[in-house]
């Protein structure tokens, strides 16, 4: 003998807000934590007149702790580009303060160095401008950078 429709009732409403309260938190959980691979430490970018091969050693970056930022920059025929001024800027994503700029200094022929300080836990955006033959040059890449 089946249960009156008024037994079935509470136990079908049970269900059905347990079953909506599951796809809710399923979906927040999907939007608070995407699935999303953090930047990789090493970049190619390629730009006008070359390639650039931008590095971060000790990947993710630490924050508050001085980060080498290696940098190769080669033309368009593969040769190390001499002499260029790089400079970076670190700024945090979503945020509006906390902006870091940093210079890179050239250690051998096309091969650039220099030590970025990110201030927060999270993604930043890098931004590199390359100076080079009275042209300027912008590159971008993501960075995570962690406790």
């Known amino acids: ?10 136990l079908l409403k049970f269900v059905l807000v347990f079953i909506f309260t ?9 939007w608070l934590h995407p699935n999303d691979a953090p930047p990789p430490p090493v970049t190619e970018h390629t730009f006008e007149n070359g390639n650039i091969i ?3 050693d000790a990947y993710p970056a630490k924050v508050l702790q001085r980060n080498s930022f290696k940098i190769d920059v080669t033309d368009r ?6 002499d260029a001024s ?7 994503l979503n945020m509006v303060c906390g902006d870091y700029q940093f210079e890179l200094a050239e250690a051998a022929p096309g091969k650039y160095e220099g030590e970025g300080i990110p201030l927060m836990a999270g993604t930043w955006k890098a931004t590199l401008t390359l100076e080079m033959d009275d ?5 971008v890449r993501l960075l995570r950078a962690v406790h």
Not at 77 to 82: Q, R
Not at 86 to 92: A, F, T, W
């Open 54 to 56: 931008w590095t971060i």
């Open 1 to 10: 003998m089946l249960p009156s429709r008024n037994a079935r009732s509470p």
């Open 86 to 92: 790089i400079h970076v800027k670190l700024d945090m």
């Open 77 to 82: 025929n593969g040769s190390p580009v001499k």
């Open 22 to 30: 599951a796809l809710l938190a399923g979906g927040a959980l999907i």
């Open 135 to 139: 042209h300027s040059y912008t590159v």
